[in-house]
Each structure stands twice: as structure tokens, then as C-alpha cells.
């Protein structure tokens, strides 16, 4: 036992954020301008296409039989669709159910990244900001057209709500453009965040098992405490990745409705 | 004491005090599920149409301290 305490204390570092390397799996460089533009095909570009397969497999198989009464698989993918198609007409109207397959493919999309994240030696797509970010720029880009498309320049009434007395106006109006434009960030960090923190712990609790599993057999007795506490991140890892994912869909249709009813 | 050590000090005293943010996200969500237990136990029948309010109201709480976090993380790993 002393010698791996010895061990622990020379220091061999724990390193929670190597998982979060993006390895280039097929290296393409293209010269463009002067510059090398890489295109590699990453491990991250693998688990998008993985999400992405998964999810058309498992929708199609499961809506193949198409029975009246639906059979387990059938269930969850109607189940899939109700809990979304609710969810849009309780916050952006029946009229939001024209980008119903916008929301539905971003909460399915988020939701089959996380859930693969969590297999083991796999990557979690979402745990880079830039890939967050892009999508939340893609929702409010799209929710900045549409208002424009319906309404115009009237679309601005959704700085100045209703009820607000004139002399006010002043305070109330830089306020709430501050506020929108902080969105993209704050729907791109919450999304990242959530699965950096995540994971990170995961990796951390599992270097303390093996940590303290190097001590000796009083440390391998030890080691089961952050081996539950391991279990239970994962268990919780589990309800973050739903969560998350319907988060951002419920988000995306908040702001939609924002675009398709300006003015509160 | 050189600079690098004392950045490096500096570093992981800011990576402590960055977490002391999570204290004021985790009072806001707790408020605000108590709330809707509360409010659900009084009136069951109107607590599940809330249930989307509810989940809107967590996620922005959560934001920040979320945003302690990754302060934390960045301090402690990537600077």
C-alpha cells in the first residue's frame, strides 16, 4: 500500500480532457487561397453520422408495420412524435407546426449524439462549443427570418411589449435587445456545458476508482465508493442527455413563437 | 515566488472560488421546483399543462451555474 501511495504521489496526472480530443480519422487538406482548409473526417464527424443513421433506422423499422394498435418499437416512435408535436403547439401555436420537423429533427438529432456519448470508448459530439453554437445560430438565424418573412419590420415590436408606459421605453428596449441577442450564446453554452460537465465528471470519478485501486487491497475495498458514485453520474448522465435535448427543442420553439407572434 | 507559480497558484484559487457560483444556481432551482410542488399540490389538475414552464424555468436557472463551471474548468485546464 505504500508503494502506491508512492505512486500517488509522484504525481501521474489525471487527464479528464483528453477524451474530448477530435481525432482526424481520414486527414483531408485542401489547399484554397493561399491556406490548408482542413475537411478531415473526425471521430466527431463519425458519431454525427452514426446519430444520424441510428435515428432514420430506427424510425423507419419501427413505423415499417404501421399497425392500427402499435407494437413496442411503433410505440416509442409515435410516443417521439406526440411529446414534440405538443410540445410546439403548447408554445408556438398550431401555426408552429409548420417547422415541426425543424424541432423534431434538432431534439432527435441532440438526443441520439448524447445517448451514443454515453457508450463506452465513444465521443460525445455535443461537448464541443462550436458545434452548439452553430446550431443555436441556426435556430435564431431561422427564427430572425421568419419573423422578418411574416411581419416585416413589425417584427421589432418584440422589443417594445405591451403594457409598458412610454417613459420607460428607454430602459426597456435596450434591455430586451440585449436579451435576444444573447440567446444563441446562452441555448449554444447551455447544450455544451451540459455534456462537457458531464463527461468530465464521468472521467474524473473513474480515475479516482483507479487511483485508488492501485493502493492495495484497503484501496480496492475504497474504490467502490466512486464506482457507485460512477453508476449513479451515469444514471444521471442518462436523464441530462433527454433532458438537454428537449430543452433545446422547447427553447427553439419558445423563440419561434417569438418570431411567428412578436410582441408578447 | 516566480510568475509561473504564481499564475499557476492563482489559477487553481480561481478555479475554487469560480464553483462558489453554483451556491446561488442550485437556490434558484430549488425554488423553483419547490414552487411548482407547491402550486401542484394545491391545484393537481392545471400542474402537468405547467410542466413545460416548469422545464423552461430550469434550464435558464441552470444556465448559470453551468456557467461557474465551465469558468472553473477553464481556469483549471485550458489557460
Known amino acids: 500500500m505504500l508503494a502506491g501511495i508512492a505512486n500517488l504521489a509522484r504525481g501521474v496526472a489525471m487527464d479528464p480532457m483528453h477524451q474530448f480530443q477530435i481525432r482526424p480519422l481520414i486527414p483531408i487538406r485542401i489547399p484554397m487561397a493561399g491556406h490548408l482548409i482542413d475537411i478531415s473526417f473526425t471521430n466527431s464527424s463519425l458519431l454525427m453520422i452514426a446519430a444520424v443513421l441510428v435515428t432514420i433506422l430506427f424510425l423507419t423499422l419501427a413505423m415499417s408495420g404501421r399497425t392500427l394498435v402499435p407494437g413496442r418499437a411503433q410505440s416509442v416512435a409515435e410516443i417521439s412524435y406526440e411529446f414534440i408535436s405538443n410540445m410546439i403547439r403548447d408554445t408556438a401555436g398550431p401555426e408552429g407546426m409548420r417547422y415541426f420537423p425543424f424541432i423534431y429533427a434538432l431534439f432527435v438529432f441532440i438526443l441520439a449524439c448524447n445517448l451514443l456519448g454515453l457508450l463506452p470508448f465513444s465521443f460525445t459530439v455535443m461537448s464541443h462549443i462550436i458545434v452548439t453554437f452553430a446550431m443555436a445560430l441556426a435556430v435564431i438565424l431561422a427564427v430572425v427570418v421568419i419573423g422578418f418573412a411574416r411581419h416585416g419590420l413589425g417584427f421589432l415590436k418584440l422589443f417594445a411589449p405591451s403594457g409598458v408606459p412610454w417613459w420607460l421605453m428607454w430602459l426597456i428596449i435596450p434591455i430586451e435587445v440585449m436579451s435576444f441577442l444573447i440567446r444563441p450564446f446562452s441555448l449554444g453554452l447551455r447544450l455544451f456545458a451540459n455534456m462537457l460537465a458531464g463527461h468530465l465528471i464521468l472521467d474524473v470519478f473513474a480515475s479516482f476508482v483507479i487511483g485508488l485501486a492501485g493502493l492495495g487491497t484497503l484501496g480496492i475495498i475504497g474504490a467502490l465508493a466512486p464506482f457507485g458514485v460512477s453508476v449513479a453520474m451515469s444514471a444521471l448522465e442518462l436523464l441530462v442527455a433527454f433532458l438537454q435535448a428537449y430543452v433545446f427543442a422547447i427553447l427553439s420553439s419558445i423563440y419561434l413563437r417569438d418570431a411567428l407572434h412578436p410582441g408578447h | ?79
Open chain 2, 1 to 79: 515566488m516566480d510568475v509561473q507559480a504564481a499564475t499557476v497558484l492563482a489559477k487553481y484559487l480561481g478555479a475554487g472560488m469560480a464553483c462558489l457560483a453554483m451556491a446561488g444556481a442550485a437556490i434558484g432551482i430549488g425554488i423553483i421546483f419547490g414552487n411548482y410542488l407547491q402550486a401542484a399540490i394545491r391545484n393537481p389538475a392545471a400542474a402537468q399543462q405547467q410542466f413545460g414552464n416548469l422545464i423552461f424555468g430550469f434550464a435558464v436557472t441552470e444556465v448559470f451555474g453551468i456557467v461557474g463551471i465551465v469558468v472553473a474548468f477553464l481556469l483549471l485546464f485550458a489557460l
